[in-house]
């Protein structure tokens, strides 16, 4: 792959890592050991009734899925910008040929090419 090329998925790849974290940091709290994120139960201070906790019960409940989803991304985000670092990002880890240019564009942080994609 060109360098120039890297660079720019890079750029992407980085302005990505970087809205993601702070949709998770909306409603979630980072791990201690900087990957992992844990869901805030959402509480507010006036809440003291039933209705009221089991709304809140119901939001949290909501907010798993997202966070679950918005961490996965997140994981292989970090993990192609550490592919970058190692110099062996845009190869499929299927086939080992390299991904297409036209995939890394639109999925910068994919591991597969168009045709071993999941
Ligand atoms: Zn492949």
Redesign the pocket.
Same mark, same amino acid.
Request: charged share 0%; with cysteine; net charge neutral.
């Given at each position: 792959m060109n360098q120039e090329l890297q660079n720019e998925l890079k750029g992407k790849l980085e302005e990505i890592k970087k809205s993601l974290e702070n949709e998770l940091s909306a409603f979630a709290t980072k791990g201690k050991d900087g990957n992992d994120w844990e869901t805030r139960f959402p509480h507010e201070e006036n809440c003291d009734d039933i209705e009221c906790e089991t709304d809140e019960v119901e939001e949290y409940e909501n907010l798993l899925p997202v966070e679950h989803a918005l961490e996965l991304r997140l994981k292989d985000v970090n993990s192609a910008l550490e592919r970058i670092s190692n110099n062996s990002y845009g190869v +499929?880890e !299927? &086939?080992h040929?390299e991904i297409e240019k036209e995939r890394l564009e639109i999925l910068p942080e994919t591991r597969? +090419?168009n !045709? &071993?994609k999941i």
């Open positions: +499929c !299927n &086939c040929n597969t +090419c !045709n &071993c």
